[in-house]
């Protein structure tokens, strides 16, 4: 299981907190410190749509002055995600062939049986 996110962002210390506290074994991937490749963003928009991985409402969305911005689908959201990885939602979790998108406690308790 990897656990895809930037070390500094809550949501993602709250993702890595729970898993560690249910003894969920996982390796973290930073993915600002790491990078991203175009394949493994387009496997995550296979399970999920580039819709809910693209995060329009954080401060790099708001602050983004590209015209790709303007008329977003699936190809220019690639792009922009991987030039810009703090346009992801977080974090992203892949488990086999499972993909999983944010950090809420029930969702993960339901998926991992704790």
Request: glycine letters at 4%.
């Given at each position: 299981?990897?656990?895809?996110?930037?070390?500094?962002c809550d949501t993602v210390k709250k993702a890595r907190r729970w898993l560690?506290?249910?003894d969920v074994a996982f390796t973290f991937h930073d993915v600002r410190a790491n990078g991203l490749d175009k394949a493994t963003v387009?496997?995550?928009?296979?399970?999920?749509?580039w819709e809910i991985l693209l995060?329009?409402?954080?401060?790099?969305?708001?602050?983004?002055?590209?015209?790709?911005?303007d008329n977003?689908?699936?190809?220019?959201?690639?792009?922009?995600m991987l030039?810009?990885?703090?346009?992801?939602?977080r974090p992203v979790v892949t488990v086999n062939d499972d993909c999983m998108v944010g950090f809420k406690e029930a969702d993960y308790t339901a998926y991992f049986g704790k």
């Open positions: 299981m990897v656990l895809y996110g930037i070390k500094n560690e506290a249910n387009e496997a995550w928009i296979q399970k999920v749509s995060n329009k409402r954080g401060t790099t969305w708001r602050k983004l002055e590209d015209p790709r911005k977003i689908n699936k190809t220019n959201a690639i792009e922009l030039e810009n990885p703090t346009l992801i939602k």
